[in-house]
Protein backbone atom coordinates (compact mmCIF):
# COMPACT_ATOMS: atom_id res chain seq x y z
CA UNK A 1 0.00 0.00 0.00
CA UNK A 2 1.45 3.22 -0.87
CA UNK A 3 0.38 6.68 -1.41
CA UNK A 4 3.30 7.48 -4.02
CA UNK A 5 0.91 7.14 -7.11
CA UNK A 6 -1.26 10.37 -5.72
CA UNK A 7 1.89 12.61 -4.99
CA UNK A 8 1.09 15.75 -7.32
CA UNK A 9 3.49 17.05 -9.82
CA UNK A 10 5.70 20.25 -8.59
CA UNK A 11 5.15 22.04 -12.18
CA UNK A 12 1.94 23.55 -12.41
CA UNK A 13 0.19 26.47 -13.80
CA UNK A 14 -2.32 28.14 -11.73
CA UNK A 15 -5.32 30.60 -12.81
CA UNK A 16 -8.39 31.94 -11.49
CA UNK A 17 -11.12 29.56 -12.01
CA UNK A 18 -14.58 28.63 -10.67
CA UNK A 19 -16.04 24.85 -11.07
CA UNK A 20 -18.51 23.24 -10.25
CA UNK A 21 -19.17 19.33 -9.28
CA UNK A 22 -22.31 17.36 -7.64
CA UNK A 23 -21.66 14.12 -5.80
CA UNK A 24 -24.17 11.93 -4.21
CA UNK A 25 -24.09 10.14 -0.83
CA UNK A 26 -23.96 6.96 -0.15
CA UNK A 27 -25.40 4.32 3.05
CA UNK A 28 -23.04 1.33 4.00
CA UNK A 29 -24.07 -2.32 4.13
CA UNK A 30 -21.00 -3.13 6.12
CA UNK A 31 -20.08 -0.66 8.05
CA UNK A 32 -16.69 1.59 8.40
CA UNK A 33 -16.81 1.91 12.06
CA UNK A 34 -13.24 2.33 13.63
CA UNK A 35 -9.85 3.78 12.06
CA UNK A 36 -6.21 4.18 12.34
CA UNK A 37 -3.99 7.14 11.47
CA UNK A 38 -3.97 9.36 8.39
CA UNK A 39 -7.68 7.85 7.97
CA UNK A 40 -7.53 4.32 7.68
CA UNK A 41 -10.08 2.01 7.77
CA UNK A 42 -9.73 -0.59 11.02
CA UNK A 43 -12.10 -3.31 8.33
CA UNK A 44 -13.10 -3.15 5.10
CA UNK A 45 -16.92 -1.74 4.22
CA UNK A 46 -19.32 -1.68 1.10
CA UNK A 47 -21.96 0.50 0.48
CA UNK A 48 -24.75 1.81 -1.96
CA UNK A 49 -24.26 4.82 -3.63
CA UNK A 50 -27.78 6.96 -3.82
CA UNK A 51 -28.87 8.41 -6.92
CA UNK A 52 -30.75 11.69 -5.70
CA UNK A 53 -29.71 12.62 -2.13
CA UNK A 54 -26.29 14.93 -3.52
CA UNK A 55 -24.34 17.76 -2.66
CA UNK A 56 -24.38 20.42 -5.52
CA UNK A 57 -20.67 22.62 -5.01
CA UNK A 58 -18.96 25.45 -6.95
CA UNK A 59 -15.23 26.17 -6.06
CA UNK A 60 -13.98 29.80 -6.93
CA UNK A 61 -10.45 29.75 -6.90
CA UNK A 62 -8.15 33.19 -6.67
CA UNK A 63 -5.09 32.84 -7.32
CA UNK A 64 -2.91 34.85 -4.38
CA UNK A 65 0.11 35.08 -1.98
CA UNK A 66 -2.64 34.15 0.69
CA UNK A 67 -4.16 31.44 1.63
CA UNK A 68 -7.96 31.25 3.15
CA UNK A 69 -11.15 29.53 2.54
CA UNK A 70 -14.44 31.11 2.80
CA UNK A 71 -17.33 28.63 2.85
CA UNK A 72 -21.64 29.06 2.51
CA UNK A 73 -24.21 26.00 3.06
CA UNK A 74 -27.25 27.29 1.26
CA UNK A 75 -26.41 30.95 0.97
CA UNK A 76 -25.20 31.63 4.92
CA UNK A 77 -21.57 31.43 5.53
CA UNK A 78 -20.48 28.90 7.91
CA UNK A 79 -17.07 29.93 9.33
CA UNK A 80 -16.45 26.21 11.53
CA UNK A 81 -17.04 24.50 7.88
CA UNK A 82 -14.04 26.48 6.44
CA UNK A 83 -12.44 25.88 9.48
CA UNK A 84 -12.72 22.42 8.43
CA UNK A 85 -12.10 22.55 4.80
CA UNK A 86 -8.63 25.04 5.46
CA UNK A 87 -7.35 22.17 7.84
CA UNK A 88 -8.27 19.49 5.22
CA UNK A 89 -6.62 21.73 2.66
CA UNK A 90 -3.00 22.05 4.48
CA UNK A 91 -3.66 18.23 4.79
CA UNK A 92 -3.34 17.19 1.72
CA UNK A 93 -1.36 19.89 -0.13
CA UNK A 94 1.78 16.89 -0.68
CA UNK A 95 -0.86 15.42 -3.43
CA UNK A 96 -2.52 18.98 -4.71
CA UNK A 97 1.21 21.41 -4.05
CA UNK A 98 -1.15 24.49 -5.67
CA UNK A 99 -3.93 24.02 -3.11
CA UNK A 100 -2.64 26.92 -0.80
CA UNK A 101 -2.00 29.32 -3.19
CA UNK A 102 -5.04 31.12 -3.29
CA UNK A 103 -8.34 31.81 -1.39
CA UNK A 104 -11.37 29.69 -2.05
CA UNK A 105 -14.97 30.71 -1.81
CA UNK A 106 -16.87 27.74 -1.82
CA UNK A 107 -20.59 27.20 -1.93
CA UNK A 108 -22.38 24.42 -1.00
CA UNK A 109 -25.70 23.04 -1.14
CA UNK A 110 -27.12 19.71 -0.21
CA UNK A 111 -30.50 18.04 -2.11
CA UNK A 112 -31.76 16.31 1.07
CA UNK A 113 -32.42 17.84 4.49
CA UNK A 114 -29.73 18.62 7.20
CA UNK A 115 -29.42 16.04 10.07
CA UNK A 116 -31.46 13.30 8.43
CA UNK A 117 -29.30 11.10 9.06
CA UNK A 118 -28.16 11.05 5.42
CA UNK A 119 -24.32 11.41 5.11
CA UNK A 120 -23.73 15.00 4.21
CA UNK A 121 -19.86 14.69 5.04
CA UNK A 122 -19.72 11.88 2.35
CA UNK A 123 -21.33 13.83 -0.21
CA UNK A 124 -19.99 16.99 0.61
CA UNK A 125 -16.55 15.93 0.33
CA UNK A 126 -17.14 14.12 -2.56
CA UNK A 127 -17.78 16.99 -4.18
CA UNK A 128 -15.01 18.73 -3.11
CA UNK A 129 -12.78 16.53 -3.98
CA UNK A 130 -14.10 16.50 -7.69
CA UNK A 131 -13.76 19.79 -7.73
CA UNK A 132 -10.24 20.17 -6.64
CA UNK A 133 -9.43 17.30 -9.25
CA UNK A 134 -11.08 19.48 -12.25
CA UNK A 135 -8.58 22.38 -11.18
CA UNK A 136 -5.59 20.24 -10.85
CA UNK A 137 -6.51 18.92 -14.64
CA UNK A 138 -6.36 22.82 -15.30
CA UNK A 139 -3.13 23.82 -13.57
CA UNK A 140 -0.77 20.17 -12.98
CA UNK A 141 -2.55 18.85 -16.82
CA UNK A 142 -4.73 16.17 -17.82
CA UNK A 143 -4.54 12.20 -16.29
CA UNK A 144 -7.00 9.40 -17.23
CA UNK A 145 -10.77 9.60 -16.05
CA UNK A 146 -9.79 6.39 -13.93
CA UNK A 147 -6.59 7.94 -12.32
CA UNK A 148 -8.43 11.22 -11.78
CA UNK A 149 -11.31 9.78 -10.09
CA UNK A 150 -9.25 7.33 -8.02
CA UNK A 151 -7.16 10.33 -6.95
CA UNK A 152 -10.68 11.94 -5.91
CA UNK A 153 -11.66 8.92 -3.94
CA UNK A 154 -7.96 9.08 -2.64
CA UNK A 155 -8.77 12.70 -1.40
CA UNK A 156 -12.06 12.77 -0.36
CA UNK A 157 -11.41 9.47 1.88
CA UNK A 158 -8.86 11.87 3.95
CA UNK A 159 -12.10 14.69 4.18
CA UNK A 160 -14.30 11.84 5.24
CA UNK A 161 -13.59 8.70 5.72
CA UNK A 162 -17.61 7.16 4.38
CA UNK A 163 -17.03 10.23 1.12
CA UNK A 164 -14.30 7.78 -0.77
CA UNK A 165 -17.61 5.71 -1.76
CA UNK A 166 -19.51 8.44 -2.82
CA UNK A 167 -17.13 9.12 -5.87
CA UNK A 168 -18.42 5.76 -7.64
CA UNK A 169 -22.14 5.07 -8.58
CA UNK A 170 -23.89 1.31 -7.68
CA UNK A 171 -21.68 -0.92 -4.67
CA UNK A 172 -18.89 0.64 -3.96
CA UNK A 173 -16.12 -0.97 -1.51
CA UNK A 174 -13.58 0.56 0.91
CA UNK A 175 -10.57 -0.97 2.50
CA UNK A 176 -8.62 -3.42 1.68
CA UNK A 177 -10.13 -7.88 1.47
CA UNK A 178 -8.90 -10.51 -0.12
CA UNK A 179 -12.80 -11.05 -1.11
CA UNK A 180 -12.64 -7.98 -3.36
CA UNK A 181 -9.69 -7.80 -6.39
CA UNK A 182 -8.14 -4.49 -6.44
CA UNK A 183 -9.94 -3.16 -2.75
CA UNK A 184 -7.86 -0.82 -0.68
CA UNK A 185 -7.45 0.68 2.53
CA UNK A 186 -6.30 4.38 0.19
CA UNK A 187 -9.74 4.70 -1.70
CA UNK A 188 -12.91 2.94 -2.74
CA UNK A 189 -13.37 0.55 -5.71
CA UNK A 190 -16.93 -0.02 -7.80
CA UNK A 191 -17.58 -4.13 -6.69
CA UNK A 192 -17.28 -5.98 -9.80
CA UNK A 193 -20.78 -5.79 -11.70
CA UNK A 194 -20.76 -9.09 -13.01
CA UNK A 195 -20.76 -10.56 -10.03
CA UNK A 196 -24.29 -8.71 -8.85
CA UNK A 197 -27.47 -10.45 -9.39
CA UNK A 198 -29.45 -8.28 -11.03
CA UNK A 199 -32.40 -8.22 -7.60
CA UNK A 200 -30.06 -5.97 -6.10
CA UNK A 201 -29.35 -3.54 -9.24
CA UNK A 202 -32.81 -1.66 -8.49
CA UNK A 203 -33.27 -1.33 -4.94
CA UNK A 204 -34.96 1.73 -2.83
CA UNK A 205 -33.58 3.71 0.36
CA UNK A 206 -36.37 5.55 2.13
CA UNK A 207 -34.97 7.34 4.72
CA UNK A 208 -37.91 7.39 8.19
CA UNK A 209 -36.74 10.77 9.77
CA UNK A 210 -37.28 9.65 13.38
CA UNK A 211 -35.24 12.05 14.80
CA UNK A 212 -34.56 15.64 12.46
CA UNK A 213 -32.10 17.30 15.43
CA UNK A 214 -28.35 17.07 16.32
CA UNK A 215 -26.64 13.86 16.43
CA UNK A 216 -25.90 13.05 20.30
CA UNK A 217 -22.32 11.57 18.62
CA UNK A 218 -20.04 13.03 16.00
CA UNK A 219 -18.91 9.89 13.71
CA UNK A 220 -15.34 11.07 14.77
CA UNK A 221 -16.51 10.32 18.17
CA UNK A 222 -17.70 7.65 17.09
CA UNK A 223 -14.95 5.83 15.69
CA UNK A 224 -12.65 7.15 18.73
CA UNK A 225 -14.52 4.86 21.16
CA UNK A 226 -13.30 1.83 19.37
CA UNK A 227 -10.03 2.49 20.39
CA UNK A 228 -10.53 1.28 23.78
CA UNK A 229 -13.98 -0.70 23.06
CA UNK A 230 -13.22 -4.29 24.41
CA UNK A 231 -15.02 -5.51 21.74
CA UNK A 232 -13.80 -4.00 18.48
CA UNK A 233 -11.01 -6.33 17.43
CA UNK A 234 -13.80 -8.77 17.46
CA UNK A 235 -15.91 -6.18 15.41
CA UNK A 236 -13.13 -5.45 12.96
CA UNK A 237 -12.72 -9.11 12.51
CA UNK A 238 -16.42 -10.20 11.62
CA UNK A 239 -16.73 -7.23 9.07
CA UNK A 240 -13.95 -8.66 7.15
CA UNK A 241 -15.71 -12.35 7.45
CA UNK A 242 -18.90 -10.75 6.49
CA UNK A 243 -17.75 -10.16 2.97
CA UNK A 244 -17.45 -14.21 2.24
CA UNK A 245 -21.09 -14.54 2.76
CA UNK A 246 -21.69 -10.86 1.37
CA UNK A 247 -19.60 -11.65 -2.26
CA UNK A 248 -21.77 -15.08 -2.37
CA UNK A 249 -25.33 -13.94 -1.32
CA UNK A 250 -24.55 -10.42 -4.03
CA UNK A 251 -24.05 -13.23 -6.69
CA UNK A 252 -26.96 -15.70 -6.34
CA UNK A 253 -29.44 -12.85 -5.41
CA UNK A 254 -29.96 -14.44 -2.08
CA UNK A 255 -32.37 -11.95 -0.38
CA UNK A 256 -32.92 -13.40 2.56
CA UNK A 257 -28.87 -13.67 3.62
CA UNK A 258 -28.65 -10.17 2.37
CA UNK A 259 -31.84 -8.65 4.78
CA UNK A 260 -30.29 -11.24 7.53
CA UNK A 261 -26.22 -10.06 7.21
CA UNK A 262 -27.43 -6.17 6.53
CA UNK A 263 -29.66 -6.06 9.71
CA UNK A 264 -27.11 -7.68 11.80
CA UNK A 265 -24.30 -4.88 10.58
CA UNK A 266 -26.30 -2.45 11.58
CA UNK A 267 -27.75 -3.80 15.01
CA UNK A 268 -23.82 -4.33 15.88
CA UNK A 269 -22.76 -0.92 15.32
CA UNK A 270 -25.33 0.58 17.39
CA UNK A 271 -24.37 -1.94 19.90
CA UNK A 272 -21.17 -1.26 19.41
CA UNK A 273 -21.95 2.06 20.82
CA UNK A 274 -23.76 0.77 23.61
CA UNK A 275 -20.76 -0.95 24.59
CA UNK A 276 -18.48 1.92 24.58
CA UNK A 277 -17.10 3.84 27.68
CA UNK A 278 -18.78 6.58 27.86
CA UNK A 279 -22.07 4.17 26.48
CA UNK A 280 -24.08 5.94 23.53
CA UNK A 281 -27.54 4.44 22.90
CA UNK A 282 -28.83 6.49 19.21
CA UNK A 283 -31.56 4.85 18.84
CA UNK A 284 -34.84 6.62 19.51
CA UNK A 285 -38.34 4.97 20.37
CA UNK A 286 -39.00 5.64 17.42
CA UNK A 287 -36.26 3.63 15.62
CA UNK A 288 -36.95 0.56 17.94
CA UNK A 289 -40.90 0.98 17.30
CA UNK A 290 -39.95 0.89 13.34
CA UNK A 291 -37.97 -2.14 13.15
CA UNK A 292 -40.12 -4.35 15.43
CA UNK A 293 -42.99 -3.08 12.97
CA UNK A 294 -40.59 -4.35 10.18
CA UNK A 295 -39.86 -7.63 11.59
CA UNK A 296 -43.86 -8.15 12.50
CA UNK A 297 -44.50 -7.06 8.41
CA UNK A 298 -41.96 -9.54 7.18
CA UNK A 299 -42.88 -12.19 9.48
CA UNK A 300 -46.97 -11.87 8.09
CA UNK A 301 -46.02 -11.27 4.28
CA UNK A 302 -42.60 -12.53 3.84
CA UNK A 303 -41.93 -9.58 1.72
CA UNK A 304 -38.44 -7.70 1.13
CA UNK A 305 -38.46 -4.45 3.24
CA UNK A 306 -35.42 -4.12 5.81
CA UNK A 307 -33.59 -1.66 7.59
CA UNK A 308 -30.28 -0.43 7.54
CA UNK A 309 -29.16 2.43 10.36
CA UNK A 310 -25.94 5.06 10.81
CA UNK A 311 -24.95 6.20 13.47
CA UNK A 312 -27.93 7.92 14.35
CA UNK A 313 -31.58 7.69 15.02
CA UNK A 314 -33.35 7.43 11.27
CA UNK A 315 -33.60 4.18 9.87
CA UNK A 316 -32.75 3.71 5.84
CA UNK A 317 -35.69 1.03 4.75
CA UNK A 318 -34.35 -1.05 2.13
CA UNK A 319 -36.13 -2.57 -0.40
CA UNK A 320 -35.92 -3.96 -4.23
CA UNK A 321 -37.88 -2.39 -6.79
CA UNK A 322 -39.17 -5.93 -8.25
CA UNK A 323 -42.79 -5.65 -7.98
CA UNK A 324 -43.89 -6.33 -4.22
CA UNK A 325 -42.84 -2.93 -4.07
CA UNK A 326 -46.31 -0.86 -4.30
CA UNK A 327 -47.18 -3.29 -1.25
CA UNK A 328 -44.58 -2.11 0.77
CA UNK A 329 -44.88 1.29 0.09
CA UNK A 330 -48.45 1.22 1.40
CA UNK A 331 -47.09 -0.26 4.29
CA UNK A 332 -44.86 2.00 5.05
CA UNK A 333 -46.95 5.04 4.49
CA UNK A 334 -49.80 3.74 6.85
CA UNK A 335 -47.74 1.75 9.36
CA UNK A 336 -43.98 3.28 9.64
CA UNK A 337 -44.66 6.80 9.17
CA UNK A 338 -46.73 7.63 12.16
CA UNK A 339 -43.30 6.81 14.09
CA UNK A 340 -41.21 9.79 12.72
CA UNK A 341 -41.09 12.97 14.08
CA UNK A 342 -43.37 15.44 11.69
CA UNK A 343 -43.75 13.00 8.82
CA UNK A 344 -40.29 13.03 7.48
CA UNK A 345 -39.32 10.90 4.49
CA UNK A 346 -36.90 10.78 1.89
CA UNK A 347 -37.26 8.68 -1.15
CA UNK A 348 -33.82 7.32 -2.93
CA UNK A 349 -33.04 4.47 -4.98
CA UNK A 350 -30.16 2.74 -5.84
CA UNK A 351 -29.98 2.10 -9.86
CA UNK A 352 -27.20 1.04 -11.98
C1 LIG B 1 -21.75 4.88 10.46
O1 LIG B 1 -17.12 8.62 7.21
O2 LIG B 1 -18.62 10.00 8.68
O3 LIG B 1 -21.79 6.03 8.38
O4 LIG B 1 -14.10 9.28 8.54
O5 LIG B 1 -14.62 10.37 10.71
O6 LIG B 1 -15.51 11.35 8.58
P1 LIG B 1 -15.10 10.10 9.33
O7 LIG B 1 -16.40 9.23 9.53
P2 LIG B 1 -17.61 8.93 8.57
O8 LIG B 1 -18.17 7.60 9.25
C2 LIG B 1 -19.27 6.95 8.71
C3 LIG B 1 -19.69 5.84 9.55
C4 LIG B 1 -20.99 5.18 9.19
C5 LIG B 1 -20.75 3.85 8.47
C6 LIG B 1 -20.30 3.91 7.05
O9 LIG B 1 -20.68 4.83 6.30
O10 LIG B 1 -19.59 2.97 6.65
Known amino acids: MTTQEFIGKENFNIHTQTVSESCP ?3 ALIKYWGKYKDQIPANPSISYTLNHCK ?3 SMEFVADESFSVQTFLAGSEEVKFAEKIEKYFRNIEQYLPWILKGRYIIRTENTFPHSSGIASSASGFGAIAKCLMKLDEMFAGKISEEKSLRKASFLARLGSGSACRSLYNGLIVWGQTEEVQGSSDLFAVPYPDAEIHEVFKRFNDWVLLIHEGQKSVSSTVG ?6 NPYAERRFQEARENFIPMKEILRSGDMEGFIKLVEHEALTLHAMMMMSDPAFILMKTGTLAVINTIWDFRQKTGLPLFFT ?7 HLLFPSNGSE ?3 KDFIETELLQHTQKNGVVKDVMEF
Request: proline share 0%.
Open 309 to 315: LDAGANV
Open 223 to 228: HGLMNT
Open 326 to 328: EQI
Open 55 to 57: TNT
Open 25 to 27: SNI
